[in-house]
């Protein structure tokens, strides 16, 4: 009886510091996820302040097509160029998942304003990447340039790309992280999103 007793006082002692534990770990990906959105907020601030504009206008459903060359001409949101894989095959709009596009266009656009470029470059490097969520790693040819680029996007602690939204008439671009459960909320309810319009 004393061994039963024991056994059970030691089973919910261990159950006790799983939960624990896991919630002391989802708090720091929360903490982090929140510290690179605001990280990525002061840098589309510069951006604003270095161009007199914010990088792009982009909607929920931003899709890679704006990063193609099939884009009408004169489109702000285009780079003007196609996305490849690794060995420089032009990749059509079926192949990938449109869900990174609106981060890589952020990666991209932060990058080209100096200020925001240093500020960018200080998130921490493990969410920064050009791999989708089957590892298959994504690049960007520009019109005109020979020279492969990886086509990076910035991730949130759960792996999910976060999206950053800016349509006519907003004051600031909203950045959105899908939070632990990797889904966006497709009605703005209250939901585990982590956004930087709550931060």
Same mark, same amino acid.
């Given at each position: 009886?004393?061994?039963?007793?024991?056994?059970?006082?030691?089973?919910?002692?261990?159950?006790?510091?799983?939960?624990?534990?896991?919630?002391?770990?989802?708090?720091?990906?929360?903490?982090?996820?929140?510290?690179?959105?605001?990280?990525? !907020?002061?840098?589309?601030?510069?951006?604003?302040?270095?161009? @007199?504009?914010?990088?792009?206008?982009?909607?929920?459903?931003?899709?890679?097509?704006?990063?193609?060359?099939?884009?009408? !001409? @004169?489109?702000?949101?285009?780079?003007?160029?196609?996305?490849?894989?690794?060995? @420089?095959?032009?990749?059509?709009?079926?192949?990938?998942?449109?869900?990174?596009?609106?981060?890589?266009?952020?990666?991209?656009?932060?990058?080209?304003?100096?200020?925001?470029?240093?500020?960018?470059?200080?998130?921490?490097?493990?969410?920064?990447?050009?791999?989708?969520?089957?590892?298959?790693?994504?690049?960007?040819?520009?019109?005109?340039?020979?020279?492969?680029?990886?086509?990076?996007?910035?991730?949130?602690?759960?792996?999910?790309?976060?999206?950053?939204?800016?349509?006519?008439?907003?004051?600031?671009?909203?950045?959105?992280?899908? @939070?632990?459960?990797?889904?966006?909320?497709?009605?703005?309810?209250?939901?585990?999103?982590?956004?930087?319009?709550?931060?």
């Amino acid at each position: 009886m004393e061994v039963l007793v024991a056994v059970t006082i030691m089973a919910i002692l261990a159950a006790g510091l799983y939960f624990a534990g896991h919630y002391v770990e989802t708090q720091a990906k929360i903490k982090l996820t929140e510290s690179t959105i605001e990280t990525l !907020a002061a840098a589309i601030d510069e951006y604003h302040d270095f161009y @007199g504009k914010f990088p792009f206008k982009a909607g929920k459903y931003y899709s890679r097509t704006h990063l193609e060359p099939a884009i009408t !001409a @004169g489109d702000p949101n285009g780079l003007g160029g196609n996305v490849t894989n690794k060995a @420089g095959t032009v990749l059509l709009a079926a192949d990938y998942n449109d869900v990174y596009a609106s981060s890589e266009a952020m990666y991209h656009f932060l990058n080209k304003c100096p200020v925001s470029k240093k500020i960018v470059n200080s998130i921490n490097i493990s969410l920064i990447t050009n791999k989708d969520n089957k590892n298959r790693e994504y690049f960007f040819v520009f019109t005109g340039d020979p020279v492969v680029y990886p086509l990076r996007h910035i991730i949130d602690s759960w792996k999910t790309p976060l999206r950053y939204t800016y349509e006519q008439g907003n004051n600031f671009p909203v950045i959105t992280s899908a @939070g632990p459960n990797g889904r966006f909320d497709p009605n703005d309810a209250y939901t585990d999103d982590i956004s930087s319009r709550k931060l």
